[in-house]
């Protein structure tokens, strides 16, 4: 599990095609591989990826077809920043809200505004998403926990950007029509999709 509180960017420092899969290298935040073992979970990007080898901080995960296939990961390439998280320990302070790094989608950036001292950037929600995204709710951006600005009825919602989340994460260097990661809250699809089995149950005669 992770909290949603990026610890650091790393930086992609291999991309390798292998039969199956696309073995990638990164080098984590000075400092973040420290006890880091075989097996372990980091999240890059929002996605919760297993350690397969690595060396200091740099640190190989492999991409299988259907992480490439759901996520933004396949279209990183060599330099490219990420949001880095190491999975949660027992006692750790939990500052944002539970992720699995289990990405629901990707969203396209579609509108952004400027500000003195925050950034409001604007993404496009799929459909399937959509029931789960409520103003003042959570959701995770490219591992980040963040609350729900504004949401409207098209699908498109935005979030609030403070100096030290640009600071830290790679959200703030997003350009329009880039896409990020998006894990829903996982109470709220819960609480959604029981209240929509229950009145399926109710409306169509079931007990």
Known sequence: MFTGIVQG???VAAVEDRPGLR???????????????IGASVSIDGVC???VAFEGDAVDFDLIAETLARTSLGGLALGAA???ERAARLGDELG??????????TAPLVARIDDENNVELQFLAPVELRPYLFEKGYVGLDGCSLTLGRVLDDGRFS????PET??????????????????????????????EATLARRLGGGA
């Open 49 to 51: 990826l297993t350690a």
């Open 23 to 37: 073995r990638l290298r990164v080098r984590l935040p000075e400092g973040r591989g420290a006890g880091l073992q």
């Open 166 to 195: 640009l600071r830290v994460t790679t959200l703030g260097q997003k350009a329009i029509g880039e896409r990020v990661n998006v894990e829903a809250d996982a109470m709220t699809v819960a609480v959604v999709q029981t209240t």
């Open 96 to 105: 944002g809200h539970l992720l699995s790094g289990h990405v629901s989608a």
């Open 82 to 84: 990420v949001n880095i």
């Open 159 to 162: 979030v609030h950007l403070i």
């Open 9 to 11: 960017r790393g930086q």
